[in-house]
T-cell receptor, first 108, second 112 residues
Framework: KNEVEQSPQNLTAQEGEFITINCSYSVGISALHWLQQHPGGGIVSLFMLSSGKKKHGRLIATINIQEKHSSLHITASHPRDSAVYIC??????????FGKGTRLSVIA | NAGVTQTPKFRILKIGQSMTLQCTQDMNHNYMYWYRQDPGMGLKLIYYSVGAGITDKGEVPNGYNVSRSTTEDFPLRLELAAPSQTSVYFCASKGQGSTEAFFGQGTRLTVV
């Protein structure tokens, strides 16, 4: 079974700071997901990647398959970025395995 | 196209009561999943289905049952609710050959 570790567990940042959240996994995968969950809210998919890098607005996700590691970066962070960010992995058609999430608070 | 729809959004149950959490998707996805999310923990897989008529246990199936009589619907049944089942439940679906998963909005269940 794949073990997914995220760091940090909690993160507080000042508005405008550059933020990095890390995810590592133990077994080779076919895809890695970064998800966002706002308080009391549902889960929204931010990125799905199997190699390289993807960018969407102020969010950037990278993955290193050899090192079994991915990072989610937020540039010019804003209070509305406050949420729980979750990393999840899958192999083929196996169910997603989730990390415990990183709780981000961005203070104005 | 509504995606994945879960009902209800919130529910309070008394110990020993039963209920069904509904999940339906309109994307003709073969794969459907039920997860529970507890504070400070990652989502854990309760049950999943790879197609109509096929279900399988996940990591934490005890106290739950599922059925998959149609491609669209994947209800989760709690027969004898216990306080340990207080959690937020998420349903998800995925298409054959795809790695992209779609999530419902979640059901917050409290058992008292």
């Amino acid at each position: 079974k794949n073990e997914v570790e995220q760091s940090p567990q909690n993160l507080t940042a000042q508005e405008g700071e550059f933020i990095t959240i890390n995810c590592s996994y133990s077994v080779g995968i076919s895809a890695l997901h970064w998800l966002q969950q706002h308080p009391g809210g549902g889960i929204v998919s931010l990125f799905m990647l199997s190699s390289g890098k993807k960018k969407h607005g102020r969010l950037i996700a990278t993955i290193n398959i050899q090192e079994k590691h991915s990072s989610l970066h937020i540039t010019a962070s804003h209070p509305r970025d406050s949420a729980v960010y979750i990393c999840a992995v899958c192999s083929g058609n196996t169910p997603l395995v989730f990390g415990k999430g990183t709780r981000l608070s961005v203070i104005a | 196209n509504a995606g994945v729809t879960q009902t209800p959004k919130f529910r309070i149950l008394k110990i020993g009561q039963s209920m069904t959490l509904q999940c339906t998707q309109d994307m003709n996805h073969n794969y459907m999943y039920w997860y529970r999310q507890d504070p400070g923990m990652g989502l854990k897989l309760i049950y999943y289905s790879v197609g109509a008529g096929i279900t399988d246990k996940g990591e934490v199936p005890n106290g739950y049952n599922v059925s998959r009589s149609t491609t669209e619907d994947f209800p989760l049944r709690l027969e004898l609710a216990a306080p340990s089942q207080t959690s937020v439940y998420f349903c998800a679906s995925k298409g054959q050959g795809s790695t992209e998963a779609f999530f419902g909005q979640g059901t917050r269940l409290t058992v008292v």
